[in-house]
């Protein structure tokens, strides 16, 4: 399996799955960890494993996400993906959920009701996340030391470049 890792062969096999993004604007995304993503016109995202670690963590997560779309309440918005392939270079998309990070500073901005109405999305989404039956899913066992191994990897090369 080749993994890609790099914006023209990404935006090759987002054009070759979408022809429509032909003119699109495409712009790498360093933000992740795991997988080599490229936004298409600040509209849609396209992760791309970049070994096969992340590739058995992305086929777990379509899984489970797939589930929570179904599960949830259409107030709490989850990235839905309008494609992803793992038969030949796996790789997902999906439009993009526009927001803002939660941080201790945001949340102390909201006034009391939407602090109230977002803990208890938060709450309804970790009870239907927490309550999955992992048997029900095709999911391979992510081994958790070559897990964090591997985030390291991928956290110097990304953070470390900056440095240098």
């Known amino acids: ?21 032909k003119n699109g604007k495409f712009v790498e995304d360093i933000s992740g960890w795991c997988n080599y993503a490229v936004k298409v016109d600040d509209e849609y995202l396209f992760r791309f494993s970049r070994n096969q670690e992340s590739y058995r963590v992305l086929k777990m997560e379509c899984q489970i996400l797939e589930y929570l779309i179904q599960n949830l309440p259409s107030t709490i918005q989850v990235p839905k993906y309008i494609f992803s392939d793992f038969k030949d270079g796996p790789f997902v998309g999906y439009k993009m959920i526009r927001g803002e990070f ?31 039956d992992i048997n029900k899913f095709d999911l391979d066992y992510v081994e958790p030391i070559s897990n964090y191994q591997m985030r390291y990897e991928e956290f110097k090369k990304v953070c470390f470049r900056l440095f240098y």
């Open 102 to 132: 939660l941080r201790k500073d945001v949340f102390e901005k909201l006034n009391n009701k939407a602090k109230e109405s977002l803990l208890k999305n938060m709450s309804i989404f970790l009870n239907t996340l927490h309550s999955i």
């Open 1 to 21: 399996m080749k993994f890609i890792t790099s914006l023209e062969p990404a935006k090759n096999k987002i054009i070759q799955k979408y022809p429509q993004f």
